[in-house]
């Protein structure tokens, strides 16, 4: 994902329609394992994260501090030792869990796992995440005015001061 493209990278304030749609147009090659972005988010923030809840909670240290949804990226019926889940409809082959990377990415490989499949959930873990800043930006007049003056409309109607002529 580049900066220098605003629709190949997903910013902390995007909306949840605008992270599918990214996500959804995202170069995700089925198959294809080298250099694939949405796997890599997986593997580097997504994976990570959900280990550090399902740790966290199997302590009995629930958060609940106003951080939205804390629960792991994984199914509500997901076995023991699962990481990840993709979740589908039972037509579609239903869930498939996942206890490490190496055997998401093994799956993707031989094109087990579909990469629209791997995009709704990559898309639902970065909703999640995202969700409560959001939240909070929109709660909060002063965040929204800085946003403004850091990031101006670039389409804003700019008004033009009329000189005086002596």
Known sequence: ????DPNSKIDFLDSEEVIRKKLKSAFC???????NGVLSFVE????????LRLERNAG?????????????????NSPPGTVF???RDE???????????AEMQQDFKEKKLH???????????????????????????????????????PNAKVEK?????C
């Open 29 to 35: 090659e089925e198959g294809s394992i080298e250099g």
């Open 115 to 153: 990469p629209k499949d791997l995009k709704t959930a990559v898309s639902n873990g970065i909703v999640r995440l995202l969700a409560p800043i959001r939240k909070a930006f929109e709660e909060d007049e002063e965040w929204q005015n800085f946003a403004r003056l850091a990031y101006p409309d």
């Open 44 to 51: 580097a923030v997504l994976i990570p994260i959900s280990q």
């Open 1 to 4: 994902m580049s900066a220098s």
């Open 91 to 101: 037509k579609f082959g239903g869930s498939t869990h996942y206890s490490n990377f």
């Open 60 to 76: 009995g240290n629930v958060l609940e501090t106003g951080l939205g949804d804390q629960r792991p990226f994984i199914s509500d």
């Open 161 to 165: 001061k009329k000189k005086k002529v």
């Open 85 to 87: 889940s993709i979740e």
